[in-house]
C-alpha cells in the first residue's frame, strides 16, 4: 500500500509539474505577444511621423516657393527644411521606440508647418498677402520654433546611453526560436496540407537532382500562403530522409541573431550524446563547430522565413561547399531575396484553386470524410472564394465554422461577416501578415497603406497609382540623384510586389507592371492599420461620424452614397485628400434630380460650398461611375495646391483650369464625343498625366508670338489627330507616352503627314483610327526611341510594314488591329494623300514576305487582329528574339511559318478564332521545338469563341 501510495504521490507530482509548465509556457506566449504588439504599436507612430515629414520636404522642395519666399521668410524657411531633414534622418536610423514619446509631437508639428507653408503660398499667389514683408515670417517663426524644441528634446534623448532611452528592450522583444512566437508565420502554416502535391514534387526533384555543387533552393509567397508548410513536407519526405545524411532546421526570427542560428543548426546536427555547454562556445568557435559536424557529409539545411539580403550574408558561410550534392532549402515573402540568394529561379507559390480551397475547408471542419450536408455545397464555395485562395485564411475561417451551427443560415452568417472575423483573429491571420508589413522600410509604408483608398477587389492602373504616390507626397528623390519622381515610385512599387503586399493584376509581356492590386486579407490589414496611424479614414460601411476631433487628412467613401451633410461633419477644412467611390446626395429640388447621376451644375451653391471650404486639398478622385457633373465645377479650379484631380463631367474645361498651378495629374471621364481643352492649359507646367475620355482638341501652343510649352507632360491620352501639328508636338518635348483618336467624319481630318521624329523620348505610341477614313502607315514618322507601337483601323501594304519598323531599332511590342491591307490598285489611289477611304472589296491575295536580310532585332510581341492576312513567308532569322505571337481573328492565315520553332527566344503563340489549319500548326512548331530544343518551354493557347 505504501509503494503504490508512494508512485500515485509521484504520478501526481508529474502531472502537477506539467501543468505549470504548461502555464508557464502560456504565460511566455502572452508575454511575447504583449511585447511584439508593443513593439509594432511604435512602429505606427512612427510611420505616422514619418509620413507628415516627408510630405513636408516635398512641400518644401516645390520650385514656386524658392520663388515666392525671399530675406527672413526664405531663412526661416531653410530652417525649416534642416530641422524636417533631421527628423527624417532620426526616424530612418533609429529603432522604434527610441524616440517614442517624440513621434506623435513631430507628427503634428510637420502637419502645421506644412499647413502654414501652402496657405501663406495661396495667399501669396492670389495677392491677399505680402510678397516681400515680414508677415510670412511671424506666421513661420512659432511653428519653426516649435519645430526646433522638439528637436533639441529629440536630440538631448538619442544622445543618452541606448538602455536608458529604450522604451522597450530589443533583447526582450523576440527571443530565440525556442521562445514561441505566436506571430509567427510557420506556426500558422504548419497543418495547411491541401494543394502543394505538385509543389512538393518540384521541390524534392530540385533537392536531391543535380547538380554535386552545394544548390540553394527557394520558396517565395506571401504570408500564409503554406511556405514553411510546403518546406516542412520536403523536409519529412522519405525519399529527402534516405538521400542526406545530415537535415537541420533553422528559423529566422525578425530580430536576427547569428549565434541562435548556429545553435539551431547544431541542436538538429548534434545527437543526444554530443551534448555541450553552448555557454563555453563564443559565435567563431560555433561556427567552426557546425562545419566540422558538416564536413564530408550530404547536408540539407532549411533556412525558414528569411527577411533581408544582410542576414543571408550572416549565415552563407556557415554552409560549406563540398559538392557533394547538399543543399539549402530556403523561404521567403521576399522574392528580391531569394534572386540574391540563388541564380536558380525562386519556386513562387500560387493561391490555391477554388477545388482545392473548398477540400482544405471541408477537411478543417468536418474531418477526412469530408461529410457535409450537401446543402452546404454552394455557400461553402462562395466563402472559399471569398478567402482569395490564401491557406491561412481558409483555416481561419475554418476554425470559426467547426464552433457554429453547421447550417444553411450559420454558414450564410459567416460569408456575410468574413472580413469581422478575421479581424477578430489577430494573432492567427492579420498578424501573420503584418509581419511583412512591419519590416517594410519607412519610405514604402504609406505607399502600401495607401491601398486602403481603393473599394475591394478593386484594379487600379499602375501609372495612375504612381501619379497619386507623387501627388500624396510620398515620393521624394534623394540629393543628388537623377532618377525622376515617376522612376524613384515605379521602384516603389516593384519593392512592394517583391515583397509580396502588393499583387500585379495585368502585366505587358516585356514585364511591366499595366494594373495591380491588394488582396482582400492584406486590404484588412491595410484598413486597420491606416485608421490606427491616422494614416487616412475609409467609410466602407454606414456613415459613422467621430466622437471626438478627427486628426485624419485623407478620406475614401466607399459606400453607396453620402450626404453632403455627413461629410461636412466628417471631413476637416485642412483635409488633404477626397477619393470619392460613392454617390454624393445633394440636397436639390426633385425637379432637376437625374436617376443614378449626381444633379450638379455649373453654378450649384451646394457643390460649391462643399469643395471650396477644402483650401489644402492635393487630390481629388471621383471614381463613382454612376454620377458625373453636367459641366465640370468651377469651384474645383479655386482648389490652388490640387496636384491630382479626376472628375467626370458634360462639356469642355472651362479657361480657368490653367489657376491650378500645382495641378500634375487631370483625368477626364466625358459623356461628349469631343472635348476641348482650352489654349491656357499650356500654362501648366507642372502637368505629367493627361488622360481624356474622348476626342479631345488640344489647341496650338502658340499665342502671338509667345510660344508656351509643357516641359514635365509625359502621358497625353486622347489627343484628335487633327491637334498633332509640328507646334504641338514642340510643346511637349518630353513626353513618353501618346495616345491620338482619329475623328469620325473625314471632314475633320486633314491630309498631312504625322512627324513624330522630334519626340525623342517617346517609347509608346497608340493610334486609333476610323472606319469611314483610315489613316496610312506611309504617313507616320516615327521616332527610333519608340518601344510600343499599336496601330488600329490603319491601311497599309505587307511590303511597307517591315521597312518602316525595321527602322525602329527597339520596338518590343508591334500590334496591328484591323487594319486594311491595299491592293495595288488601291496604293494608287492614296499615295497623294496620307489616308484612305474604306469601303468593302472583293478578296484578294494578302502575303507578307519577309526578304532573309530582313530582321525585326528587338521585337518581343507581335499582335495580329482581324487581319486578311492569307500568306506569312518569313524564317526564324527575321524575328531573333520574339517572345510571343497573338493572332486573333485571323480567318484567312492558313499557317505560321513553319520554322518558328527555331526562334529560341519562342515562349507562347496565342490564337483566338483562327482557323484550324493554323491552329495545327502552331502545335507543330511546339512539338519541333521540344523535340529539337528539349525542353516545352513554348506553349500554344487556342481560343474558339465562335463555338
Known amino acids: 500500500m505504501d509503494r503504490s501510495l508512494a508512485q500515485l504521490y509521484v504520478i501526481g507530482a508529474v502531472q502537477i509539474r506539467k501543468f505549470y509548465i504548461k502555464k508557464l509556457l502560456s504565460l511566455q506566449t502572452e508575454l511575447v505577444y504583449l511585447q511584439t504588439f508593443h513593439f509594432y504599436n511604435n512602429l505606427e507612430y512612427l510611420m505616422a511621423a514619418y509620413s507628415a515629414v516627408i510630405s513636408l520636404l516635398r512641400t518644401l522642395d516645390e520650385r514656386n516657393i524658392h520663388e515666392l519666399f525671399h530675406d527672413h521668410t526664405a531663412e526661416a524657411l531653410d530652417s525649416l527644411r534642416a530641422i524636417t531633414g533631421y527628423f527624417q534622418k532620426v526616424l530612418d536610423e533609429f529603432e522604434p521606440g527610441k524616440i517614442k514619446s517624440f513621434e506623435e509631437k513631430i507628427r503634428v508639428a510637420a502637419s502645421e508647418a506644412e499647413d502654414v507653408v501652402e496657405l501663406k503660398t495661396r495667399q501669396i499667389i492670389k495677392g491677399s498677402s505680402w510678397t516681400f514683408g515680414i508677415l510670412q515670417h511671424q506666421d513661420l517663426l512659432p511653428v519653426v520654433e516649435k519645430m526646433d524644441t522638439i528637436k533639441k528634446q529629440v536630440m538631448e534623448t538619442v544622445s543618452h546611453d541606448a538602455d536608458q532611452v529604450h522604451e522597450l528592450v530589443g533583447d526582450s522583444l523576440i527571443d530565440t526560436s525556442s521562445t514561441i512566437n505566436p506571430m509567427r508565420s510557420d506556426k500558422s502554416e504548419d497543418d495547411i496540407v491541401q494543394g502543394i502535391d505538385d509543389d512538393l514534387e518540384i521541390i ?223 494573432n492567427q491571420c492579420l498578424g501573420v501578415l503584418g509581419l511583412s508589413y512591419y519590416h517594410l522600410p519607412n519610405r514604402l509604408k504609406p505607399c502600401f497603406l495607401s491601398m486602403s483608398s481603393f473599394p475591394e477587389d478593386f484594379q487600379v492602373d499602375t501609372r495612375r497609382l504612381i501619379q497619386l504616390w507623387i501627388a500624396e507626397g510620398f515620393i521624394r528623390t534623394s540629393a543628388g540623384s537623377r532618377k525622376s519622381l515617376e522612376e524613384v515610385a515605379e521602384h516603389y512599387l516593384e519593392d512592394l510586389i517583391s515583397r509580396n503586399l502588393i ?85 436639390l429640388q426633385p425637379c432637376i434630380r437625374l ?119 509625359e502621358e497625353l491620352s486622347g489627343v484628335c489627330f487633327t491637334s498633332c501639328t509640328n507646334e504641338v508636338f514642340s510643346g511637349i518635348p518630353n513626353i513618353k507616352r501618346l495616345i491620338i483618336h482619329v475623328p469620325y467624319f473625314r471632314k475633320q481630318f486633314p491630309h498631312r503627314k504625322l512627324d513624330m521624329s522630334r519626340l525623342t523620348k517617346l517609347v509608346a505610341f497608340k493610334f ?72 468593302w472589296t472583293d478578296k484578294w491575295s494578302d502575303d507578307w514576305r519577309l526578304s532573309d536580310e530582313g530582321k525585326f532585332k528587338s521585337l518581343k510581341l507581335l499582335q495580329l487582329s482581324g487581319s486578311t492576312l492569307t500568306h506569312w513567308d518569313a524564317s526564324s532569322d527575321n524575328f531573333p528574339n520574339l517572345k510571343c505571337i497573338v493572332l486573333k481573328e485571323c480567318h484567312w492565315l492558313r499557317e505560321i511559318p513553319a520554322d518558328f520553332w527555331e526562334i529560341s527566344t519562342l515562349e507562347l503563340i496565342e490564337l483566338h478564332d483562327c482557323c484550324t489549319s493554323a491552329e495545327d500548326s502552331a502545335k507543330n512548331i511546339a512539338q519541333e521545338h521540344e523535340d529539337n530544343m528539349g525542353n516545352n518551354f513554348l506553349k500554344v493557347d487556342i481560343y474558339n469563341y465562335r463555338n
Open 204 to 426: 524534392v526533384k530540385r533537392l536531391i537532382g543535380p547538380p554535386s555543387d552545394l544548390e540553394i533552393v527557394t520558396i517565395t509567397g506571401m504570408g500564409g500562403i503554406g511556405k514553411t508548410t510546403l518546406a516542412r513536407k520536403a523536409y519529412d519526405h522519405l525519399q529527402i530522409r534516405y538521400h542526406f545524411d545530415i537535415l537541420a532546421w533553422v528559423t529566422i526570427t525578425q530580430e536576427f541573431r547569428n549565434r541562435n542560428v548556429l545553435l539551431e543548426a547544431l541542436r538538429c546536427i548534434l545527437k543526444s550524446t554530443d551534448s555541450f555547454n553552448a555557454k563555453d562556445y563564443d559565435d567563431n568557435e560555433l561556427a567552426d563547430l557546425v562545419q566540422k559536424k558538416l564536413k564530408g557529409r550530404r547536408y540539407l539545411v532549411v533556412v525558414d522565413d528569411i527577411w533581408t539580403k544582410n542576414v543571408w550574408d550572416s549565415i552563407r558561410g556557415i554552409f560549406p561547399n563540398y559538392k557533394n550534392g547538399s543543399r539549402i532549402l530556403l523561404t521567403t515573402r521576399e522574392t528580391e531575396v531569394a534572386m540574391y540568394a540563388s541564380t536558380c529561379s525562386p519556386h513562387e507559390m500560387i493561391h490555391l484553386s477554388l477545388e482545392n480551397g473548398w477540400r482544405l475547408l471541408c477537411d478543417k471542419v468536418f474531418g477526412q470524410k469530408y461529410e457535409h450536408p450537401p446543402e452546404l455545397d454552394e455557400i461553402g464555395k462562395e466563402i472559399v472564394e471569398k478567402c482569395q485562395g490564401l491557406p491561412l485564411t481558409i483555416s481561419v475561417i475554418a476554425g470559426h465554422l467547426s464552433k457554429v451551427a453547421n447550417t444553411l443560415e450559420g454558414w450564410k452568417d459567416v460569408a456575410r461577416n468574413l472580413s469581422e472575423i478575421i479581424a477578430s483573429h489577430p
Open 503 to 587: 499583387q500585379a493584376r495585368k502585366r505587358r509581356f516585356s514585364g511591366e507592371i499595366k494594373a495591380c492590386g491588394i488582396h482582400d486579407i492584406l486590404r484588412e490589414f491595410c484598413l486597420i492599420e491606416a485608421e490606427m496611424t491616422n494614416h487616412m479614414h475609409v467609410e466602407r460601411t454606414h456613415l459613422t461620424l467621430p466622437t471626438q476631433k478627427n486628426n485624419v487628412c485623407r478620406f475614401s467613401f466607399q459606400t453607396e452614397s453620402y450626404s453632403v451633410d455627413d461629410c461636412y461633419k466628417l471631413i476637416p477644412p485642412v483635409s488633404r485628400s477626397i477619393y470619392l467611390f460613392s454617390r454624393l446626395n445633394l440636397p
Open 595 to 713: 436617376h443614378r447621376r449626381l444633379p450638379i451644375y455649373r453654378h450649384d451653391p451646394i457643390i460649391h460650398e462643399f469643395f471650396s471650404r477644402f483650401n489644402l486639398l492635393r487630390v481629388l478622385s471621383i471614381f463613382n461611375t454612376n454620377g458625373y457633373f453636367k459641366s465640370f465645377p468651377l469651384v474645383i479650379t479655386k482648389l490652388f495646391h490640387l496636384k491630382y484631380l479626376q472628375v467626370r463631367f458634360d462639356g469642355d474645361i472651362p479657361n480657368s483650369i490653367s489657376d491650378l498651378q500645382d495641378l500634375q495629374t487631370l483625368i477626364c471621364s466625358n459623356y461628349s464625343f469631343y472635348v476641348n481643352l482650352p489654349r491656357e492649359i499650356w500654362m501648366m507646367k507642372n502637368l505629367r498625366y493627361i488622360c481624356m475620355g474622348g476626342v479631345t482638341y488640344l489647341p496650338s501652343p502658340r499665342r502671338g508670338s509667345l510660344v508656351t510649352r509643357m516641359p514635365n507632360l
Open 768 to 839: 486609333k483610327g476610323s472606319t469611314l477614313f483610315q489613316y496610312t502607315i506611309k504617313g507616320f514618322g516615327f521616332p527610333t526611341s519608340l518601344r510600343r507601337l499599336s496601330l488600329t483601323l490603319c491601311s497599309f501594304v505587307w511590303a511597307d510594314i517591315s521597312p518602316i519598323v525595321m527602322m525602329l531599332p527597339n520596338l518590343e511590342e508591334l500590334k496591328l488591329k484591323h487594319c486594311q491591307t491595299l491592293s495595288d490598285e488601291q496604293c494608287d489611289e492614296w499615295s497623294d494623300n496620307w489616308g484612305y477611304n474604306w469601303r
